[in-house]
Nanobody
Framework: QVLLSESGGGLVQTDSSLSLSCIDS????????MAWFRQAPGGEREFVAG???????????DSVKGRFTISRDNENGVNNLVNLRMNSLKPEDTAVYYC?????????????????WGQGTQVTVSS
């Protein structure tokens, strides 16, 4: 069983920075691709960023490219942590951010390709 737990959301002003973290309590973290998605009220779940199982490959949504950075820590098999560093935040970044896991190890941009999901953490950017 895989349990994902996000943290780090909050209310910030435009152009601020914020870091989100996701802890994976499962045993498949080191072989899983991890991703962040977000969903604004009334909107669809949108791909934000993904990192391959090895950490060597990353992918970003067009709206966050150059501002957000995804990273993972699974070298010692203990932390099982994936982070999302968000810089130059804009009001349109306001959403619930979800951590997701794909045990197949490949980054996908579609939510249906991810087997496990966290409960989400709210990020609100005020203008």
């Amino acid at each position: 069983q895989v349990l994902l737990s996000e943290s780090g959301g909050g209310l910030v002003q435009t152009d601020s920075s914020l870091s989100l973290s996701c802890i994976d309590s499962g045993r498949t973290f080191s072989s899983s691709a991890m991703a962040w998605f977000r969903q604004a009220p009334g909107g669809e779940r949108e791909f934000v960023a993904g990192v391959s199982w090895s950490g060597r490959t990353t992918s970003y949504g067009d709206s966050v490219k150059g501002r957000f950075t995804i990273s993972r820590d699974n070298e010692n098999g203990v932390n099982n942590l994936v982070n999302l560093r968000m810089n130059s935040l804009k009001p349109e970044d306001t959403a619930v951010y979800y951590c997701a896991s794909n045990p197949a190890g490949v980054i996908h941009r579609t939510p249906s390709q991810y087997q496990y999901w966290g409960q989400g953490t709210q990020v609100t950017v005020s203008s």
